[in-house]
């Protein structure tokens, strides 16, 4: 069974810092391209940042380049979304999700709350 | 980046009842590189379909999509109750990813 398990949101005041975790199982992590999706608050969905399989491609919204850093471990099955400089409006739950033609399996997002 | 408008903006009917909902890209998706999700609320989005017209693993063949270049159009050909939910349409053709904004389908 695939799973996507994410951790490490919280509350964090503005221009702080915060690195999401996100474990993969059931599943060949290392074939896979990964991305991070976010959902502000009873907003739509907005991609954030993708990853390709062997980690040597990665690409980000306008909104968050230079500021956040996708990365992932192969050999942890686990992918990870570095955030820096955080503002207001990267408040959101933040979702992994396994891409193939279509992100056909999701986790069930970690919560990030920017405020002082 | 291609922008992609879903319309209608809510959908209001009855279970039984076929729904049509409509996602127009602002340019060409190539290779029909357009997917839909369903996502209730407090859930994770649910991949219905991709490539605009196969229908993921697990999903109901009451849904169906259609549509290439610009025009793509999910179908709900009898509404069952566990179908009222939000559905959002995503192209991977290009970078950035584009979302579109949502529609809802609400029970009337």
């Known amino acids: 069974e695939v799973q996507l398990v994410e951790s490490g949101g919280g509350l964090v005041q503005p221009g702080g810092s915060l690195r999401l975790s996100c474990a993969a199982s059931?599943?060949?992590?290392?074939?896979?391209?990964m991305t991070w999706v976010r959902q502000a608050p009873g907003k739509g969905l907005e991609w954030v940042a993708n990853i390709k399989y062997d980690g040597t491609e990665k690409f980000y919204a306008d909104s968050v380049k230079g500021r956040f850093t996708i990365s992932r471990d192969n050999a942890k099955n686990s992918l990870y979304l570095q955030m820096d400089s955080l503002r207001a409006e990267d408040t959101a739950v933040y979702y992994c999700?396994?891409?193939?033609?279509?992100?056909?399996?999701w986790g069930q997002g970690t919560l990030v709350t920017i405020s002082s | 980046e291609i922008v992609l408008t879903q319309s209608p903006g809510t959908l209001s009917l009855s279970p039984g009842e076929r729904a049509t909902l409509s996602c127009r890209a602002s340019q060409s998706v190539r290779s029909s590189s357009l997917a839909w999700y369903q996502q209730k609320p407090g859930q994770a989005p649910r991949l219905l379909i991709y490539a605009a017209s196969s229908r993921a693993t697990g999903i109901p063949d009451r849904f169906s999509g259609s549509g290439s270049g610009t025009d793509f159009t999910l179908t709900i050909s009898s509404l069952e109750p566990e179908d009222f939910a939000v559905y959002y349409c995503q192209q991977y053709a290009t970078l950035p990813r584009t979302f579109g904004q949502g529609t809802k389908v609400e029970i009337k």
């Open positions: 999700a396994k891409y193939a033609g279509g992100h056909d399996y």
């Open positions: 059931g599943f060949t992590f290392s074939d896979c391209w």
